[in-house]
T-cell receptor, first 112, second 114 residues
């Protein structure tokens, strides 16, 4: 079945550091890929998405490229801020009912 | 435009009891999906409702059931509660005209089973 694997966390960075969060997936067919973010005390928010190979999703300075050859969708940001502290989930969407399959999530803490 | 809302926010139940969680979808959205998020884990797909019919189900036992109403709001019912049912239950809605699989989540209901 479909699955998503995220790098182990947590991750702690200093403000303005470069961020990479790894995500790889296993799926049949051609899934859509997503990054969701969960800020403390809030629900899941869609951060960015890519629907086909080589697409790049971007939002709020974050980027991720759909790499079919390596089945990856790594999240990057050039300069993190304290306000980026949250839990980040990689997910894939597949099937006729559009169900989402999530990774375990990774906690990012950014210190001033 | 209101977002996805869920009620109640928190709930404490005893093992063996039954619980009903409620979700109002975002305006214009006709599809509702439910997910269970255990502590420290990613959300797991329970099932989806589209036009009042179940439209796919994850690996959850039949004691997890749901409904969708004509106004597209939805309920999740769990019978014979077990300790492992303690989790955050998330509702997500999506609608026509959106990108495939783009779902908008509510804040969740935190269920504790003692």
């Amino acid at each position: 079945g479909d699955s998503v694997t995220q790098m182990e966390g947590p991750v702690t960075l200093s403000e303005e550091a470069f961020l990479t969060i790894n995500c790889t997936y296993t799926a049949t067919g051609y899934p859509s890929l997503f990054w969701y973010v969960q800020y403390p005390g809030e629900g899941l928010q869609l951060l960015l998405k890519a629907t086909k190979a080589d697409d790049k999703g971007s939002n709020k300075g974050f980027e991720a490229t759909y790499r079919k050859e390596t089945t990856s969708f790594h999240l990057e940001k050039g300069s993190v801020q304290v306000s980026d502290s949250a839990v980040y989930f990689c997910a894939l969407g597949s099937g006729a009912n559009s169900k989402l399959t999530f990774g375990k999530g990774i906690t990012l803490s950014v210190r001033p | 435009e209101t977002g996805v809302t869920q009620s109640p926010t928190h709930l404490i139940k005893t093992r063996g009891q039954q619980v009903t969680l409620r979700c109002s979808s975002q305006s214009g959205h006709n599809t509702v999906s439910w997910y269970q998020q255990a502590l420290g884990q990613g959300p797991q797909f329970i099932f989806q409702y589209y036009r009042e019919e179940e439209n796919g189900r994850g690996n959850f036992p039949p004691r997890f059931s749901g409904l969708q109403f004509p106004n597209y709001s939805s309920e999740l019912n769990v019978n014979a509660l077990e300790l492992d049912d303690s989790a955050l239950y998330l509702c997500a809605s999506s609608g026509p005209g959106q990108g495939a699989y783009e779902q908008y989540f509510g804040p969740g209901t935190r269920l504790t089973v003692t």
